[in-house]
């Protein structure tokens, strides 16, 4: 069924410029905030079945928003009351960042896709730790932290620097964080860290109380996803790992913009990438969080049974509008009900 956003406001606001919805959106939203406890008795989820345990967090649902919405952590009172287990912010650097030069947001309507070559713009840690130590939503807020994107090649040790900054600076005001090691936009994001050695400096040259997940790209193959396994294997204090998009285009997408391609198309790599670390890596320490193209419960669904213990969507935000949150709930409480499962966790990896 069409929803009232689809057929009336959508239109309207793609009539503007993406970007500058974008925006706008995030503005009202922050503005907005005062209805976030009123949003939240709506939206909530009601069935306890959909409720996890990840890293140590407590989340009333495994759907999250994904990095990139919220970049600098303007509106996450209202945008948690929309009915999200957890809400990620950035990513964050550790400067201000202008990102790339515009435009640099492009929408897909055909195929329910964005493409997305923002580099990594934001208003810098110490102003966005500001904003956290403001926040009054209990959701649980994911702080995704990356390289200052200055548009130069940088030495190691200044990339490397960089993360560690972000990461003391954001540390507290953080229930879990990420780094984003794999922006497919910016020349040194895409496979800095694809060498063991790089991820092992940072690594180590991180102090982190909190649940650490590394965001990584689809790997080439199954020896780059062992190599990079086994580069995280000594340190304790991974969480786990969450997928980022691929640079360049999917199958089925032609296109001459630069930039990834998130969406409907962005699904199947994602896919592929979660059953793949699933089977790979260590259950016992490790858990996924997945993203890619989830606009229905069925779409959540399948990525929990590859092996995602949470699962984020953004781009059905922009096309189905807030109440994508609340449809994805009541279908997986339906899934649930039809496979006689107890509770979500107990799909998680059945089927990689
Ligand atoms: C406009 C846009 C900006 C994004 N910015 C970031 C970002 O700053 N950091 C990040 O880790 N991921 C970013 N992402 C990736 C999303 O977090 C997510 O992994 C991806 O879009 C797949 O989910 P989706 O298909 O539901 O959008 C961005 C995605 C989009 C569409």
Redesign the pocket.
Known sequence: MVSSYERIVRPALFRADPEWI?DRSIRFAQRAGFLAPLLDRVFRPADERLAVDVAGLRMRSPIGL????D?NARAVDLLAALGFGHV?V??ISADHSDGNPRPR?FRLPAQDA?I?Y?G?P?DGADRVAERLAARRTRVPVGV?V?NTNRRTEEPEDVIIADYVRSVRTLHDHADYL?L?LS?PNTSDGRGFFHEPRRLKLLLEGLTVAKPLFL?VAPFAGTPELDAFLEAVDGFGHVSGF????PAGKPEGVVSDLPGAV???P??KR?DETIRLLYQRMDRSRFTIIG????FTAADAYRKFRLGASLV?????LVYRGPGVVRSVHDGLAALLERDGVRRIADVVGVGA
Do not use: D, M
């Open positions: 974008h994904a990095a990139g919405y970049k990620e950035g990513s947001l964005i997305v923002y990594l934001n995704n990356v990420v984003n922006c965001k969450s997928i980022n998009l998130s969406g409907r962005a699904a994602a993203s890619g193209g989830v984020q969507l953004f781009t059905s």
